[in-house]
């Protein structure tokens, strides 16, 4: 049986006579590999804001891990990790000083952060680059450890904002090598991406218009649904019937 780990149902985000987000509902599993697809300006950033307890919702309700967005925000946060396509390493301390640094910002016990950091250098083959100065990594390299850091504490969802922005092909593959990995040890992966290839990627795909969900469901059902032969053509399909302009 499957564990609902986000809940939405009619969520709503208003700005003056604007509304960015417009009643949107659907549910995410846990292990659950999630693509929130939707051209600039469709909403997408601002329903991840509200998931993430970073902005409160003006109607509708939502859980994540089981906290209500609108009533325990920084409940959430306790059960989240984030990375965004910034990464937000910090370029001039070592690779070290860096997972140091998030264990201790995430919450992991003192004790702990030892062992768990020798761990994750062991698992991104880091060892040797342990001191390293994080701004003198490869881009794909700051991006698996952006990654990891954001997973240190092993929360039960990690938000991913478009985090392969600019990172070569190979390097985007290796990335994805580790999101199915965390999704394998029970973290549900919710992910926002411009690459329609990694939508692929998706065990469930939604795909937002002008604040709505326009379509959702498994990347294979979707080109069934549309007749396409790519979630490229279901994504042009879909973005062409949107008539505001970017938020």
């Known amino acids: ?25 659907f549910e995410v599993s846990r292990g659950e590999i999630f693509g929130f697809l939707g051209a600039n300006g469709a909403g997408k950033t601002t329903a991840m804001r509200m998931l993430c ?4 919702p003006t109607s509708g309700s939502g859980t994540v891990a089981g906290c209500d967005i609108s009533r325990s925000s920084e409940e959430v946060k306790k059960h989240i990790g984030y990375m965004s396509q910034k990464f937000a390493l910090y370029e001039d301390l070592k690779v070290w000083e860096n997972m140091r640094l998030y264990a201790g910002i995430y919450g992991v016990k003192r004790r702990e952060i030892p062992k768990v950091i020798d761990d994750m250098l062991a698992t991104l083959g880091f060892t040797a680059e342990k ?8 881009l794909g390299w700051k991006q698996k450890l952006a990654f990891s850091v954001s997973i240190i504490h092993r929360p039960s969802i990690v ?3 478009e985090p392969t922005g ?8 290796q990335f994805w090598e580790l999101i199915y990995k965390a999704a394998a040890d029970g973290i549900t992966v919710f992910v926002t991406t411009h690459y329609m290839d990694e939508a692929e990627y998706c ?3 939604s795909i937002m218009v002008d604040g709505r ?11 069934q649904k549309f007749a396409a032969s790519s979630m490229d053509e279901v994504f042009t399909m879909l973005a062409r019937s949107a ?4 938020n």
């Not at 969900?213 to 080109?223: V, Y």
């Not at 008539?243 to 970017?246: E, G, L, S, V």
């Open 1 to 25: 049986m499957k564990t609902t780990v986000i809940k939405v149902d009619n969520l709503t985000k208003t700005f003056g006579r604007f509304t960015a987000v417009d009643h949107i509902s």
């Open 53 to 56: 307890g970073l902005s409160r």
């Open 131 to 138: 001191n390293t100065l994080v701004k003198e990594l490869p």
């Open 159 to 161: 938000f991913l904002d």
């Open 166 to 173: 600019g990172v070569d092909p190979a390097a985007r593959r």
């Open 203 to 205: 065990n469930r795909v």
């Open 213 to 223: 969900i326009e379509a959702l469901g498994t990347p294979s059902d979707l080109k």
């Open 243 to 246: 008539k505001r302009a970017d």
